[in-house]
């Protein structure tokens, strides 16, 4: 669908601000996925969106497009660099509207709707320290340059045999589809019924719309000319449009919903075949699952051709509607047609491991195996309506079993660990409800396993040791772990969480048993989410800033799966590592009549603290007359805190070169500090 989306996870929260569509667009939008996995409930949430502007047709940044936006009720306003990116920072909790502009003449924007909202996932999260999150949102805007022409002709057909040009019929380019504005472009057909478009958005096609005509009393139906090619720097000629008297009843040339898949906030859209009479119009809009009819906002276009539909109510998903329009031409001919209209489907059941396939119940559920139930789009795990149940069944009563809820695959995913282990040969009962980020939209599981029959399931692996645990530093990957081999275990399965974006625990590693190894080991890569900073020049840097991982271990068979191991704690334990030092200048000022500030610059080989200062001193190595004195250290945090420079004062008619710049304690963002001093002579 070339339309763009508004998010249903939009219309669960309050809108901060929605500024006037008045840009132009040139996407085909993506939904973006919602909710957070990794943040607890009542997290503190700041957010970020940022993104490159582009040419839609070259794909070349473009330096100064401005992006506006509402915070607090005061118009804010951010450039693209030269590079086209933009970044807007610190923002509340809410819906917020983006506004592109650039050069008229030469580009025109697009339109994005981009929540910062806890129900809404972002591209990447930053854990900050406490209960406090920054959420990090990548918005790309498309712009189109203004180069497209058109030149077409059309004529009104008298009869099977005769027509004469249409002139003075009015033309309209449609561009709704591509949500640009003014979405209508409209131009005359001269005395030969030609017609032209200059200075078009270069989208891939736009619909061609003829009005009605009337040519020696009578009148010429609307016509319409769907997905006309464009090219970029172009001007294309279609086939000629030709336009026929209208019929005595006003026919619907064209919809925007029969197709299906209507979006739950979208416009419902109709083009007549004659001029109606928008006060003789009545719009019933029903539901079979709804005792009253929705009450719509109806507008018209210009020549009365073009009607608009807008309910005032959200559409549910997976819903058929009936619409009912009662109207008449404004040459007083009645019109009535119903119309069906499908909204999108909404959240619905995929599968669970407690069927063998669809519909046939397992009965051999492993004892320590959790439940899993998929769905087709995202949920809100943190809606309070979700249920999740597990019901133990013994001589005709049930028992909760109660399970620790936790969620993955974009939120498609639940997963249920019971607490303790089921009991063998037992049947239990699943029941679960589940919500998506769309208001009152759910959907229901139910089911019954029964747990194997076998009772020896491995017992809690020993031996579980972290073997380089001691030289861990802020990027090591991979980890090296060993254990003792337990008899009868077919695979070992390696849980991990961190103290920072993922808390819960989540099977990362499945390791065949080596039997009859009496030692079993295993070289584990970290995937690649667990990273301090996405997208950094450092790589993957899982214990940066103090980050501590905990890994556990299981061992499993067909019975069912172990008790966790011991716990193994790993965290940066290596102090940073001076790998570079230049100087900017030189700290020879004999013959300055002023002080000279120059800086030496210290590159590390991971993060810093921005809090920490390192110990310095000199010691003269030059003038004995003179020892610098003044030095002050400075983060650079435009590269991550990865260097620092001493900002060094040298008076006039002094002489600094030679002495020694003496260092110590430069600390890393884990708190682990150097204590080997550092030197290095100033030239």
Request: aromatic content about 12%; overall charge negative.
């Amino acid at each position: 669908m070339k339309k763009l989306q508004l998010l249903a996870s939009i219309l669960l929260i309050v809108i901060i601000a929605i500024l006037g569509i008045a840009f132009w667009g040139c996407e085909n939008p993506t939904d973006v996925t919602t909710s957070i996995e990794g943040a607890p409930g009542n997290a503190q949430l700041t957010g970020t969106i940022h993104g490159i502007v582009r040419d839609f047709v070259t794909t070349e940044p473009i330096e100064g497009a401005q992006i506006s936006y509402v915070q607090d009720s005061n118009v804010e306003t951010v450039s693209t660099n030269s590079q086209g990116y933009y970044s807007i920072d610190n923002l509340s909790i809410g819906t917020y509207d983006l506004e592109c502009t650039a050069n008229d003449t030469i580009h025109v924007g697009a339109s994005h709707i981009v929540t910062v909202s806890f129900y809404a996932g972002p591209d990447t999260m930053e854990y900050l320290g406490g209960n406090t999150y920054h959420l990090y949102y990548v918005e790309d805007i498309p712009l189109c340059p203004l180069t497209a022409g058109l030149n077409g002709q059309v004529y009104a057909a008298l009869d099977v045999e005769n027509s004469v040009p249409a002139a003075g019929a009015v033309v309209e380019a449609d561009f709704t589809d591509w949500m640009v504005h003014p979405a209508i472009f409209t131009t005359t057909a001269d005395a030969n019924g030609a017609f032209t478009f200059a200075n078009l958005p270069a989208t891939p096609n736009v619909d061609l719309r003829v009005l009605p005509f009337t040519y020696q009393n009578i009148t010429f139906a609307v016509n319409v000319m769907p997905n006309v090619a464009l090219v970029p720097s172009a001007t294309v000629e279609p086939q000629a449009i030709i336009i026929t008297p209208a019929a005595t009843t006003p026919a619907v040339v064209t919809n925007n919903f029969l197709a299906g898949n209507v979006e739950l906030d979208q416009n419902l859209i109709l083009t007549f075949s004659v001029a109606m009479d928008s006060n003789q119009t009545q719009v019933v809009l029903q539901s079979p699952n709804l005792p009253y009819s929705i009450a719509c906002a109806v507008t018209w276009d210009a020549a009365y051709v073009t009607m608009t539909i807008d309910p005032t109510l959200l559409l549910r998903p997976g819903v058929n509607y009936y619409l009912t329009v009662i109207s008449s031409s404004q040459a007083g001919a009645y019109f009535q047609e119903s119309f069906d209209i499908a909204t999108i489907p909404g959240i619905q059941f995929v599968q669970t491991n407690i069927e063998e396939y669809e519909g046939v119940q397992r009965t051999d559920f492993g004892l320590a195996e959790a439940i899993w139930v998929t769905f087709s789009q995202s949920a809100d795990p943190t809606n309070p309506d979700n249920d999740f149940q597990l019901w133990q069944n013994y001589q005709g009563y049930r028992y909760e079993v109660y399970c620790e809820v936790s969620w993955s695959n974009g939120n498609t995913t639940v997963t249920l660990t019971p607490l303790q282990p089921m009991i063998p040969n037992t049947w239990y009962d699943l029941d679960v409800d589940v919500y998506s980020t769309v208001p009152n939209d759910h959907a229901q599981y139910s089911g019954s396993f029964r747990t194997t029959d076998l009772a020896n399931a491995p017992l809690a692996p020993t031996g579980f040791t972290l073997l380089n645990a001691t030289s861990i530093n802020f990027d090591t990957n991979p980890l090296l772990f060993s254990w003792n081999t337990q008899e009868g275990v077919e695979n070992y399965h390696l849980y991990a969480r961190n103290d920072a974006e993922y808390p819960t625990w989540l099977k990362i590693e499945t390791i065949p048993s080596d039997y009859p190894n009496p030692q079993q080991s295993a070289t584990i890569w970290l995937p690649a989410f667990y990273d301090y900073l996405l997208g950094d020049p450092l790589g993957q840097t899982p214990f940066a800033n103090g980050t501590q991982m905990f890994f556990r271990l299981t061992a499993a068979n067909t019975a069912g799966e172990s008790e966790f191991s011991t716990e193994r704690i790993a965290q940066d334990v290596l102090a940073p590592i001076v790998f570079d030092i230049n100087q900017s200048g030189p700290a020879n000022n004999t013959f300055g009549s002023e002080a000279d500030t120059i800086w030496v610059d210290i590159g590390l080989n991971e993060y810093g603290e921005p809090t920490s200062t390192p110990t310095r001193w000199f010691v003269d190595g030059g003038d004995p007359t003179y020892t610098i004195d003044n030095a002050f250290w400075e983060w650079d945090s435009d590269n991550f805190n990865t260097s620092g420079s001493w900002r060094i004062v040298i008076p006039d008619s002094t002489d600094g070169s030679g002495d020694y710049l003496y260092m110590i304690g430069i600390e890393d963002n884990s708190g682990n500090s150097s204590a080997d001093t550092v030197s290095y002579q100033l030239w």
